[in-house]
């Protein structure tokens, strides 16, 4: 079971990428959807059995590495916190898998497809089952390199390979302070293992490297890499040009795999984090920032994928601000519930996009809600679990990630909360702007498309209403487990918090003003959205027109990849030009070529004395001997 659960989506890889040619199309994906569908059997059964049974074990598959003092076992940890990882990813992969066979079904490389998502799927469990830095690492790269398989699918599109290309390199910026954080504690504790580490760390909180806390160093390296694939603000670039793969592959990388990466590894890296209170405020600001920064861009975008992309960016920010106050529970609790819900919202725009003939530019649809009313009413149900109303989902995780905030009784708790309650009012005007902007007033679409609208077949509509299910249920059902009084209990030794963080016993003494901001904030956004849109729908470009400046600054995404351009792009363009045609064309190339090309010169001047004539050989020769006598005389008068 705890085996079947990490490679079964591998068998299903290899079984679509090697043989789908021999069995077909029809064979290969649906292969890998009843492999995956063992592994979701699998996974949240060993959920329920670790979680709640407690049955916590680590299993080791082999020796992977021994050379000097390195030695690296492969091995699956299964403790809560992995076991809630498993079961979500491997659940949430099983309905994308279904919905794919839907949605792909004209694709013309469908056993490529079901190929890379299933790997994907199996990179994932790979890094949350992890044992040490070094195999969370290479599923780590793992996801890295699917992820950049899948958003260039379609390869024979420039914007694809340009949007692949930026998520690997984007990526590489973080990995690269991953490294430095793993080769830094390994200095330190002289292993990669998570149990010699968690183990050490207290005798080396007075350890320094270069007059700084060691601690608080590799805290901050491995938070960067964290930044790298979950989206945090300045490394943010990737994730809405990931938006050009197949809309399955969206809703696996925002609510499955890559981007809760990041949270992951902080959670599990909490009995070293809270020994390195400095990086736990920089992992605060920093995410409560991109909450902000995210939720603002989204309130002006008009692809549906892209709006819902941000939506992610900005979940995201809440997750690190939680991790960053010490309530690592309540960071994965949101990301556990986040995943429903942003699974069905990508799912559910992707069932809008094959309803209007492959169109994702809002402005172009309008009036369709009763063409599509299975679809309407989840990507409702989405939207008020994203937006944090009560008795959804998202409200029981975003509520209390904003209560632990407040309840730091910090300066960077508090900015994180205010930062928190505007996200909240944000996030609801731009769910509530895509819906009735998608299903509500005239139709904007040409009458062509109008007359195709039709709803997904059952194959699509079956993962969306169980998806629903979970973005309704998912928060109450598992709340007093996650973050409730019985959250000791259930997380035992999987997260830890240090004997001065009490946050998650605080959050329940916060006053009652405190849980109804994020509520009375996200009904007034979602009213606005509708006055805006739905009253008055001339006010919004009147707007735009009045604070263009504001309005373009949003839209391009606070220019973001102009100024990146500008600082590292371009220079480094003109440098690799330089080093292309000095460096290498010149130098490199130069000094052999011209060797070769003096060789050739002689060559040629030698095949010229060659002309066939027998007497300009004899006068070559008398020449010759003349030269041979006159230097044998010259040498015996001497």
């Known amino acids: 079971m705890f085996v079947g659960a990490i490679f079964f989506p591998l068998l299903g890889a290899c079984i679509a990428g090697f043989f789908g040619r021999l069995i077909g199309d029809r064979a290969a994906q649906w292969a890998t959807v009843v492999c995956m569908a063992l592994a979701a059997a699998c996974g949240v059964a060993a959920f329920f059995q670790v979680g709640f049974a407690e049955a916590d074990r680590t299993l080791e598959i082999g020796t992977w590495i021994d050379v000097g003092g390195l030695q690296v076992v492969w091995a699956l940890r299964y403790d809560t916190l992995s076991a809630v990882m498993v079961g979500m990813v491997t659940f949430i992969s099983t309905l994308i898998h279904l919905y794919s066979v839907g949605y792909m079904s004209h694709d013309p490389t469908r056993p490529r497809f079901f190929a890379y998502l299933s790997l994907f799927t199996f990179m994932m469990l790979m890094l949350v089952t992890a044992n040490d830095l070094l195999q969370l690492f290479f599923g780590w790269e793992g996801v890295g390199l699917c992820s950049y398989l899948l958003i260039g699918y379609y390869y024979e599109r420039e914007s694809a390979n340009r949007a692949a290309m930026k998520a690997f390199i984007v990526n590489r910026v973080g990995d690269f302070f991953f490294m430095l954080g793993m080769a830094l504690t390994f200095w330190t504790f002289g292993s990669i293992n998570f149990d010699d580490i968690f183990l050490s760390v207290p005798e080396a909180v007075g350890k320094t490297i270069g007059g700084m806390p060691v601690?608080?160093?590799?805290?901050?390296?491995?938070?960067?890499?964290?930044?790298?694939?979950?989206?945090?603000?300045?490394?943010?670039?990737?994730?809405?040009?990931?938006?050009?793969?197949?809309?399955?592959?969206?809703?696996?990388?925002?609510?499955?795999?890559?981007?809760?990466?990041?949270?992951?590894?902080?959670?599990?890296?909490?009995?070293?984090?809270?020994?390195?209170?400095?990086?736990?405020?920089?992992?605060?600001?920093?995410?409560?920032?991109?909450?902000?920064?995210?939720?603002?861009?989204?309130?002006?975008?008009?692809?549906i994928k892209r709006i819902i992309a941000y939506s992610t960016c900005s979940q995201l920010g809440y997750m690190f601000f939680a991790v960053g106050v010490g309530a690592y529970q309540g960071a994965v609790f949101h990301l556990f519930t986040h995943a429903f819900f942003k699974a069905l919202l990508f799912l559910g725009a992707g069932s809008v996009i094959h309803a209007m003939s492959d169109e994702q530019?809002?402005?172009?649809?309008?009036?369709?809600?009763?063409?599509?009313?299975?679809?309407?009413?989840?990507?409702?149900?989405?939207?008020?679990?994203?937006?944090?109303?009560?008795?959804?989902?998202?409200?029981?995780?975003?509520?209390?990630?904003?209560?632990?905030?407040?309840?730091?009784?910090?300066?960077?708790?508090?900015?994180?909360?205010?930062?928190?309650?505007?996200?909240?009012?944000?996030?609801?005007?731009?769910?509530?702007?895509?819906?009735?902007?998608?299903?509500?007033?005239?139709?904007?679409?040409?009458?062509?498309?109008?007359?195709?609208?039709?709803?997904?077949?059952?194959?699509?509509?079956?993962?969306?209403?169980?998806?629903?299910?979970?973005?309704?249920?998912?928060?109450?059902?598992?709340?007093?487990?996650?973050?409730?009084?019985?959250?000791?209990?259930?997380?035992?030794?999987?997260?830890?918090?240090?004997?001065?963080?009490?946050?998650?016993?605080?959050?329940?003494?916060?006053?009652?003003?405190?849980?109804?901001?994020?509520?009375?904030?996200?009904?007034?956004?979602?009213?606005?959205?509708?006055?805006?849109?739905?009253?008055?729908?001339?006010?919004?470009?009147?707007?735009?027109?009045?604070?263009?400046?504001?309005?373009?600054?949003?839209?391009?995404?606070?220019?973001?990849?102009?100024?990146?351009?500008?600082?590292?792009?371009?220079?480094?363009?003109?440098?690799?030009?330089?080093?292309?045609?000095?460096?290498?064309?010149?130098?490199?190339?130069?000094?052999?070529?011209?060797?070769?090309?003096?060789?050739?010169?002689?060559?040629?001047?030698?095949?010229?004395?060659?002309?066939?004539?027998?007497?300009?050989?004899?006068?070559?020769?008398?020449?010759?001997?003349?030269?041979?006598?006159?230097?044998?005389?010259?040498?015996?008068?001497?």
Not at 242 to 263: F, K, Q, Y
Request: hydrophobic share 55%; aromatic share 12%; with cysteine.
């Open 215 to 303: 601690l608080e160093v590799i805290g901050v390296l491995l938070f960067l890499g964290a930044c790298g694939k979950s989206a945090q603000l300045g490394l943010h670039t990737w994730l809405p040009d990931a938006m050009e793969g197949p809309t399955p592959v969206s809703a696996l990388i925002h609510a499955a795999t890559m981007v809760t990466a990041g949270v992951f590894l902080m959670a599990r890296m909490s009995p070293l984090m809270e020994y390195a209170p400095v990086a736990l405020a920089i992992v605060t600001i920093v995410g409560a920032s991109t909450a902000v920064f995210a939720a603002t861009i989204g309130c002006v975008q008009n692809d």
């Open 361 to 638: 530019d809002i402005r172009k649809m309008g009036g369709i809600w009763n063409k599509i009313p299975v679809t309407y009413a989840v990507m409702w149900i989405g939207s008020l679990a994203l937006a944090g109303v009560p008795l959804f989902a998202g409200f029981y995780s975003k509520d209390f990630v904003l209560e632990a905030a407040f309840a730091a009784h910090t300066g960077v708790g508090l900015y994180a909360f205010v930062a928190g309650l505007i996200a909240a009012f944000l996030t609801a005007f731009y769910s509530w702007r895509l819906l009735i902007l998608v299903f509500h007033g005239a139709p904007r679409a040409d009458a062509h498309t109008m007359e195709h609208v039709h709803e997904s077949p059952a194959v699509m509509l079956i993962p969306l209403l169980v998806l629903a299910a979970g973005a309704i249920f998912a928060g109450a059902v598992f709340a007093p487990y996650f973050v409730g009084h019985g959250f000791e209990e259930f997380w035992r030794d999987s997260i830890f918090n240090g004997p001065d963080n009490d946050i998650m016993h605080a959050v329940h003494e916060v006053p009652g003003w405190v849980p109804l901001a994020p509520t009375v904030l996200g009904v007034l956004g979602i009213v606005l959205a509708g006055l805006l849109y739905l009253v008055f729908p001339a006010v919004p470009g009147r707007l735009a027109t009045q604070f263009q400046g504001i309005y373009l600054f949003l839209l391009n995404k606070w220019y973001f990849d102009e100024l990146y351009d500008h600082i590292f792009i371009q220079p480094f363009r003109r440098l690799s030009v330089f080093l292309w045609k000095t460096g290498d064309a010149k130098i490199i190339d130069g000094m052999p070529n011209g060797v070769a090309e003096i060789a050739v010169d002689v060559a040629r001047g030698a095949v010229r004395l060659q002309s066939g004539r027998v007497a300009n050989y004899a006068f070559a020769m008398i020449i010759g001997l003349v030269v041979f006598i006159s230097v044998y005389l010259f040498g015996a008068l001497r």
